[in-house]
Structure formats: structure tokens, C-alpha cells
């Protein structure tokens, strides 16, 4: 059975007839949409087969309403995924950046919540301060400042370098989105560390935890600013069409929540079902390995109302992907990990190989991810163990064979385990950042990165 389907509508993985003309084989599997830069055409990618061999090949730009018959061609889609999986080929490259706008609750010495409106600025307030001082100091001028980009890492930085703000009881912080990881790793740690210090100022004994739930005491409910206490996050989408319970009241509801929403930009856009595949592929792998690892962190309460399962934005820059809690910021090796396994996700999904290689069901992803079922996300994990294991030896091309094998092996521990198998003091955020300590960029130093925790010190 075939039918005719436009480009901008076939979803990543689909079996496709290719016209003579390409000089390939008559069949090929899509491996990639993306739009030009005027929105007007497509660059398809596919993977051809010849033989036994299968080749990652770009198709020559197509006007995005082209049309190609689809085939249903399950061998050929076997094929294609068992050579992935006997590592016949690499998962196919791309380019993209990465940000964040993580929250964290800070606590007073005794435990009790430190709301962060108490010592931080707004976020107009703090944007427009990190902004003047990188004008301040930039030959270029405010061309160049634009956006969400507050400059480089250095020993003099001033404490609103990245912007640190108050959402509510959160404190939230927006480090620099860049194409190297490493550069927002050095963000994360200032942010980090800057809204200690402003929290410090207030109460000497004040410390950043990484509990990522919290209740209110009724007095605050009853006596903060409604600016204070409101929900403020504007409209998600969801791939399920899955509200949750929706926003609850402000002033009854007893809960806060601290989410860990990761931006990944392209240069590019995406068809609507790649955005689609890349979502729902972020959910089966990410979201599924966060329930895991993050098991004696998240609580199911904050799912109730956002960070559900399919929960995603559409930036300017790219995909806001807001299913995950702040977990990640407990440790740098383990922030490092999350973001270069979603990268790869994305780079697995687009290619269609989420559709072909990972077996899992919707609901039963769908499930994990609302209830935090930790169990479920280890039986899940195991069950695709070996597209699991390729995605993360993909993730650091430019590291030895030994270096890429020992982060792999360590990384698939802590994600069927829990990352306290491999990080032994994650409620440490403090000394597991190394606010005590010189911080050299790039992650030079001892179990800054993943890599470093698992193959340089152990290695």
C-alpha cells in the first residue's frame, strides 16, 4: 500500500520512493526536514540503502509542498535499524545551540523556605542590570549584546552577569545559550552561585536545595503579594493535548515547583511532524532516563500541574522542552549529561531512528513521566538498552575510544540506577559546584563534566 503525501508531512522514519532522476536506490527512509531559511523550501536528508550498507544522504532542496509516495516497508526499516544498532553507521551530526531558565528554592538555615522575592531582584530589573554591564565592557556595542547572550566567563564577573531573579518562591537564572555546552556549564555554575550570595547577604545560613517541591506555609499564602504568589508561566503546548489539572488557585494551593526547562536552537526550522518526533522522542528517552535518575528528587505533585509529559514551547531559536525538573543542577557532571543526552536525542529523533529503533509505547511513556514511576523508567531503559547505549557513545565524538566507553558505561549505570549511584552528595549543591573553589572555564576542573567524573579521575 502507498499514497502520495506532501514533504512538509511526512514524519522522520517513513519509507518514501525516491524519482530516478537521484541516481539512488528506489527506496529510501527519512533521515531529516528542515526548512531553508526563507520557509519556502525543504532539505531532506534519507537513509539509502545499497546492499547491506546503509548511507546517510541529502536529497537535492524540494519546494516544501513536493510530493512523494510513501511505501510501507517494514524490512527495509529493519535494515536500517539494526545497522544503527550494530554501529554501522554514526547517528547523522547537527549543529545547535543550548540555554536554560532553571528555578531553585533557596532555605534558611533551619530549613524553612527563603522565598526568593525576599532578596533577589525582578527579572526587568535584573535583564536590564546584566545587560548594562556587558554594554559597559563590549568593544562591539549593543548589536552585539542582543538577545540572551550576557558574555564570557571570566575571574572578575560581576554578580549580575547572568540574570538571577525571583519567579515567585523560585529563584530563576538564565545563563548565556551558546553552541558549546561548556560555556553554559560556566553560566549555570554563576547563576548558581550568584543567587547564594544575594540570599546570603540576608541570612548567613541560607543554602540552595535541590528539593524541587515545596510547601508554602499558610501565612505566606495569606499575607504575600498576589505578584509573589500567582502562577506566572505563559501557554505550553502539549504533543498529547494533556492540560493536567491546569493552573490552580494561588492563594489555596500549597505547592511550588522548580522546573529545569532546557532550549535547544537550530539554524533551522523543523517540518511540524519532526517538531512533533523530536518531542515526543525527548519524552521517551530524556524524559524517561529524568524519572530515573532523578528518583529520590522528584516528586509526581509538580506533574499535576506542568512539566507533563509533551510539554514543549516554540521559541524563535528553536524547542523549549518543559517536561523535566531541576534535578540536573545538583551536580555539574550530571547537568553536563542531561544536556548532551537531550542534544543527541534530537539528533535521533529527526533522523526517524526514535520511530525505528526505540520500543516503547505511548501511554506507557506518557505514564512514567506523570506518576514518576521509577520502576517503569528502569524496565523501559533496559528494554532499550542498545539504542540507549549508541545515543550516549554518540555524545562525544572528539574524545578518545576509552574516554567515550567508560562515560557510557557509567552514564547507563546512573540512568538505570539513579544518579546517587554515581554522585554520592547531590543535596550538595554548594560543594559539588565548587563554589569554594577557582573555577576554570571549560570545565577544566575536577569533575566539572561528565567525561572527567568517569574516565579522566577513574581512568
Not at 250 to 260: F, L, P, T, V
Request: one cysteine or more; a negative charge.
Amino acid at each position: 500500500m502507498s499514497k502520495l503525501c506532501s514533504l512538509k508531512e511526512i514524519t522522520p522514519g517513513s519509507v518514501i520512493k525516491l524519482p530516478r532522476a537521484y541516481g539512488l536506490n528506489a527506496l529510501g527512509v527519512m533521515a531529516g526536514m528542515e526548512y531553508s531559511a526563507d520557509q519556502k523550501t525543504i532539505l531532506p536528508a534519507i537513509f539509502n540503502v545499497s546492499g547491506e550498507e546503509v548511507i546517510p544522504t541529502s536529497l537535492p532542496d524540494q519546494v516544501n509542498t513536493t510530493e512523494f509516495e510513501l511505501v510501507e516497508d517494514k524490512k527495509l526499516q529493519t535494515l536500517v535499524a539494526d545497522a544503527f544498532l550494530a554501529a554501522k553507521f554514526p547517528l547523522p551530526s547537527k549543529s545547535m545551540s543550548s540555554g536554560c531558565d532553571p528555578e531553585i528554592f533557596v532555605e534558611h538555615g533551619d530549613g524553612s523556605i527563603f522565598p526568593a522575592w525576599e532578596f533577589l531582584p525582578d527579572e526587568e530589573t535584573s535583564r536590564l542590570q546584566a545587560k548594562r554591564w556587558l554594554l559597559e565592557r563590549h568593544p562591539r556595542g549593543e548589536s552585539e549584546v542582543e538577545g540572551a547572550s550576557w558574555g564570557v566567563v571570566d575571574s572578575n564577573a560581576s554578580p549580575l552577569k547572568v540574570p538571577i531573579y525571583w519567579d515567585g518562591a523560585q529563584a530563576e537564572f538564565a545563563p548565556w545559550a551558546k553552541n558549546c555546552l561548556e560555556t553554559l556549564h560556566d553560566g549555570t555554575r554563576i547563576g548558581l552561585k550568584t543567587i547564594l550570595a544575594f540570599a546570603q547577604k540576608k541570612d548567613p545560613q541560607a543554602k540552595l536545595t535541590i528539593k524541587n517541591t515545596i510547601e508554602l506555609p499558610d501565612s505566606v499564602l495569606k499575607n504575600a503579594d498576589d505578584k509573589h504568589i500567582q502562577f506566572r508561566c505563559s501557554r505550553s503546548y502539549n504533543i498529547y493535548d494533556d492540560p493536567g489539572d491546569g493552573i490552580p488557585d494561588a492563594r489555596q494551593y500549597k505547592y511550588r515547583c522548580a522546573g529545569g526547562h532546557i532550549h535547544l536552537g537550530f539554524t533551522r526550522g523543523f517540518t511540524a511532524p519532526a517538531i512533533e518526533q523530536i518531542v515526543r522522542a525527548l519524552d521517551g528517552v530524556l524524559g524517561v532516563v529524568g524519572v530515573s535518575l532523578a528518583a529520590e528528587i522528584d516528586n509526581p505533585e509538580r506533574r499535576r500541574t506542568y512539566g507533563r509529559a509533551g510539554e514543549f514551547r516554540l521559541p524563535s531559536h528553536g524547542i523549549e522542552y518543559r517536561v523535566l525538573s531541576n534535578f540536573w543542577l545538583c551536580h555539574p557532571a550530571i547537568t553536563m549529561l542531561v544536556f548532551d543526552l537531550a542534544r543527541a536525542t534530537v539528533r535521533f529523533a529527526e533522523s526517524g531512528l526514535y520511530n525505528l529503533c526505540w520500543l516503547a509505547d505511548e501511554k506507557e511513556v506518557r505514564d512514567i513521566i506523570n506518576s514518576c514511576d521509577v520502576q517503569g523508567a528502569r524496565k523501559l531503559i533496559k528494554k532499550n538498552l542498545a539504542p540507549l547505549t549508541r545515543i550516549v557513545k554518540s555524545m562525544w565524538g572528539i574524545y578518545s575510544p576509552s574516554a567515550i566507553d567508560a562515560g557510557a558505561k557509567k552514564a547507563l549505570l546512573a540512568f538505570e540506577n539513579g544518579l546517587e549511584s554515581v554522585i554520592p552528595y547531590p543535596h550538595d549543591i554548594a560543594g559539588n559546584w565548587q563554589f569554594d573553589k577557582n573555577w576554570l572555564s571549560h570545565c577544566r576542573n575536577v569533575d566539572a563534566s561528565w567525561l572527567h567524573l568517569t574516565s579522566v579521575r577513574n581512568g
